[in-house]
């Protein structure tokens, strides 16, 4: 693996944190997971142990080459969103939109800039040249990290409402993972 920049390694640390190890709970269509990674994915990635036994390493591996470099969030200069929308890659599934898998992370930015800011940029969920440069120049950062925060607590409470077996997971979500600035 290439050297691995310093926001990437900041943000993997904190995932780990909230992410600790393995799980298979019997309620959560994610299967089998460690580290945040599924059990399809780390085999995708050549990973044939047990998943309880996947290393750290492998799943940093994993996050940077699937999440990290292939959406280009090591282009995003500002820390906390590059680090906010890499979480929600790695937890939340993709979506089709437009006839097109995408992950919901890069839709959620997207969105989220078009109602932090006055500009409109297209919301297509892939992180280009266009939604680099709206990012990186919003001047309502802090607006921009909430209203990416507040579509990852609605997805969380969508889950529930249309699964309410998963009402389990509510609180570790929004204790982990939700988090709002004060301006």
Request: aromatic share 12%; hydrophobic share 35%.
């Amino acid at each position: 693996m290439k050297k691995l920049d310093k926001i990437f390694e900041e943000a993997a640390k904190e995932i780990k944190k909230i992410e600790k190890g393995y799980a298979n709970h019997p309620s959560d269509p994610g299967g089998k997971t460690r580290w945040g990674i599924s059990e399809w994915l780390a085999r995708a990635y050549k990973y044939d142990g047990k998943m309880k036994n996947l290393p750290w390493k492998k799943a940093k591996e994993i996050y940077y080459k699937e999440y990290w470099h292939r959406n280009k969030y090591n282009k995003i200069k500002n820390r906390r969103i590059a680090k906010e929308v890499l979480e929600q890659a790695i937890n939340l599934p993709t979506i089709v939109f437009k006839s097109r898998k995408v992950l919901k992370a890069n839709y959620h930015l997207q969105k989220a800039y078009c109602l932090a800011s006055d500009e409109e940029i297209a919301v297509d969920g892939i992180i280009g040249n266009e939604t680099l440069e709206a990012v990186n120049n919003c001047p309502e950062i802090i607006q921009l990290f909430n209203i990416l925060n507040g579509y990852q607590a609605k997805h969380y409470l969508e889950i529930v409402e249309t699964h309410p077996e998963l009402e389990d997971f509510v609180n570790g979500w929004f204790n982990k993972r939700i988090e709002i600035r004060k301006v």
